[in-house]
């Protein structure tokens, strides 16, 4: 045969065995890419593994359908690079891997179907996530060290004194008996075991003196977590606070309404005139007093007003009436200037009608203005909002009070800034001072492109955990819906939410959770904003895991509980938080919440304070325990003062037909009360007058409350 006949009939052959595959193939298209495709399906699906940290994980599925098949395996909805095989594995596993999930993707040109998610569970040995602390406490106190620990459930503890096994000391934290002298520089640790191993906490050191410790009230509620509690109080007990041997002891007189919470300062020297427990109360007639704590001797009173000035008047608004002047609880740092600094935020005006904002630093001896001050208050930040020119909006004094306390957190004071009665413009300030220059390093506001989103919070100030972030509810505002790629809204406007800061660098929003309806409770005037944050303490659910927690609530009778670590953002069709205990309170909150013995203590306004035990990292969906009377607006802010965890008193101011009585109840049991401020015959123990946002706080064997013309002291009567 001829070559070129050989070529025709391989072509002819060629043209028959095309024309059979598309006669199988038709002449329509599918995504299979032909109608003999066949889209996979999975036959096995991948099983949850089981490893120890360190080891690795095989994930594997099994598919049918027409090949080649492809496979793409995810980790908690990520693509993995390069796991293209019908099998996983992982690098080598750590603990922070534990609950991971993984997924594969199976694919081919007929389509594409994806596997059951398989979950990942690591067991690790135990490590120590929070070391015990030094404990300092006096002679016939207990000291309690406590431990937090992560790793796979259960883990065990065992205590030990000087290395030594204490017997029954087998739980996160150890009480020891009332102590002597001799355990003084005793040391503890604890050994934290599971099926995997072992870990050995650091030593710490017990200290035990004759004389009651150094105790100071430096900032609002007691620390930055705002959980407040006294621990450390030794002399009042539920045995002693009662009518019969505890009521009025005094009362400090001053020139204007108390909106702020008192502060102390322990051993102060002041040059030729000895050594003092100091009070200080600050006034709406802009006064600053510095009292002897136990006698009421005044030590120095200055004015903060400027030449020709006087305090302002109440901005048409009656929330702080008849004069505004120094409205939020301020901060004392001791370690500054010669012998301690405090700052605070002072409102005035001039014969011209001008206003005024100005933080103060003051000598807590002598009163001296320190660090070249007063600083004015002024400040822009890019946004086209409320009272803006030229693509910044502006603060304007005379549209804010600086209602919540102020915050001093590694070097800076901020300052946190609420209108008059929602008058506006106004929008979300939050602005920084260096402590020892008075310099302003930081300006952020939440609410640059919209309108409103004041800082309240009923006097509380923001709160801030030990990694230096700070969270604080933020008031009826806008909130851009439109969210940008990292969740956060499109315009930068955060108005009624839960708002986390970051303060490395830059002061900027690093996180935050807003409810499903937050424009609607904005409108209603219904926000979160009218009351304030509490940080709570690690807690460690019933798998061995630690959870990092803050509580926050409003005005729509819910607790919202937040994970700091991921606060849960927007979502327009559902709620993604921590937790939410719904519909449990009597009324909106106009206050703060308390935070002892993992137990929050709400007191919302027309209702009892109610007690929330946490319990496996949730807090209780019902009280309880809870007082036998109701608080009116605004409710109540409790505070805590104990010895440790022993001899427990809830303190609480009520605001009862326009007077004041404060109450003593048992946190254990919220029905027991130990004493109120009626109880004693010929209104011995009168508070008078109510004062709206005002908290107890108790130091030293003494209660302090601010009331409109002064500060009553409640001690055990002589």
Request: proline share 5%; charged share 10%.
């Amino acid at each position: 045969m001829s070559s070129s006949s050989r070529i025709l009939r391989i072509a002819a052959s060629s043209a028959a065995l095309l024309g059979l595959w598309l006669s199988g193939c038709g002449s329509g298209s599918n995504s299979g890419g032909g109608s003999g495709a066949t889209p996979p399906s999975i036959t096995t699906q991948p099983s949850s593994q089981t490893v120890n940290s360190g080891q690795t994980a095989t994930f594997a599925v099994a598919a049918a359908g027409t090949v080649p098949l492809s496979y793409q395996w995810k980790k908690g909805g990520s693509i993995i690079s390069g796991a293209n095989s019908a099998s996983y594995t992982t690098p080598a596993t750590t603990a922070t891997d534990d609950g991971s999930q993984f997924s594969v993707q199976v694919s081919n040109p007929a389509g594409s179907v994806t596997s059951n998610a398989a979950t990942l569970s690591v067991d690790s040995p135990p490590a120590i996530t929070s070391q015990p602390s030094n404990q300092n406490v006096t002679v016939g106190q207990t000291a309690t060290f406590t431990v937090a620990a992560s790793g796979t459930a259960p883990l065990s503890y065992q205590w030990q004194k000087a290395s030594a096994n204490i017997a029954g000391a087998t739980s996160s934290s150890y009480t020891t008996p009332a102590t002597t002298l001799t355990d003084s520089g005793s040391q503890f640790d604890v050994v934290v075991s599971n099926s995997l191993g072992n870990t050995t906490s650091n030593a710490v050191t017990l200290t035990v003196t004759s004389t009651a410790p150094a105790i100071d009230v430096l900032t609002y509620q007691y620390d930055n977590t705002r959980a407040g509690a006294n621990l450390q109080e030794t002399t009042l007990t539920p045995s002693n606070v009662n009518s019969g041997t505890f009521g009025k002891i005094g009362f400090y007189s001053v020139d204007g309404l108390v909106d702020a919470q008192p502060l102390y300062a322990s051993h102060v020297s002041v040059p030729g005139n000895g050594t003092h427990d100091v009070l200080y109360v600050v006034t709406e007639h802009d006064s600053v007093y510095a009292f002897d704590a136990d006698t009421g001797t005044i030590l120095w009173q200055t004015s903060l007003l400027g030449a020709g000035e006087t305090t302002s008047d109440a901005r048409s608004c009656d929330q702080v009436s008849p004069e505004i002047g120094i409205t939020s609880t301020p901060v004392i740092d001791r370690t500054r200037g010669a012998h301690g600094a405090l700052y605070a935020i002072a409102m005035s005006k001039d014969s011209s009608g001008n206003y005024y904002q100005r933080l103060h630093a003051l000598d807590i001896v002598t009163g001296a203005e320190l660090f070249g001050g007063p600083k004015v208050v002024e400040a822009t930040f890019p946004g086209t909002g409320d009272g803006s020119s030229g693509g910044n909006v502006i603060f304007d004094a005379k549209q804010y009070k600086e209602r919540a306390g102020l915050l001093l957190l590694n070097g800076t004071v901020y300052t946190t800034w609420a209108s008059h009665c929602d008058i506006r413009p106004y929008t979300g300030w939050i602005i920084g001072y260096d402590e020892s220059s008075l310099l302003q390093t930081q300006v952020l506001n939440v609410t640059p492109n919209g309108n409103d989103g004041a800082i309240w919070m009923a006097g509380a100030a923001p709160a801030a955990d030990v990694t230096g972030n700070i969270y604080f509810l933020d008031a009826n505002g806008t909130f851009d819906t439109t969210l940008d790629g990292n969740g956060f809204p499109s315009e930068g406007d955060f108005g009624n939410a839960f708002v986390k800061l970051s303060t490395s660098g830059t002061l900027a929003v690093a996180d935050y959770f807003t409810m499903v309806n937050t424009v609607a409770e904005s409108n209603a005037d219904e926000d979160l904003g009218s009351g304030g944050a509490v940080v709570l303490a690690d807690v460690m659910d019933n798998g061995g895991h630690t959870h990092q927690l803050a509580v926050g609530a409003g005005k729509d009778t819910d607790l919202y509980v937040v994970d700091r670590t991921a606060m849960g953002e927007f979502n327009p069709t559902k709620n993604n938080i921590y937790q939410q205990v719904t519909g449990v309170l009597g009324g909106s909150v106009f206050s703060k919440p308390a935070f002892f013995n993992d137990t929050i203590y709400y007191g919302a306004v027309k209702d009892s304070i109610k007690a929330f035990p946490i319990t496996d990292a949730l807090l209780a969906t019902a009280p309880a325990s809870k007082t036998g009377n109701t608080f009116m607006y605004p409710g109540a802010t409790p505070s805590i003062s104990a010895n440790g965890t022993s001899n427990a008193i809830l303190w609480a101011v009520e605001n009862k037909n326009s007077v004041a009585v404060l109450h003593a109840f048992d946190p254990a049991n919220l029905a027991t009360e130990y004493y109120n401020s009626t109880q004693a015959a010929n209104s011995r123990d009168s508070l008078g007058p109510d004062n709206k946002f005002i908290v107890p706080i108790i130091v030293n064997g003494k209660v302090y409350v601010g009331t409109p013309t002064g500060v009553a002291v409640f001690g055990l009567l002589p």
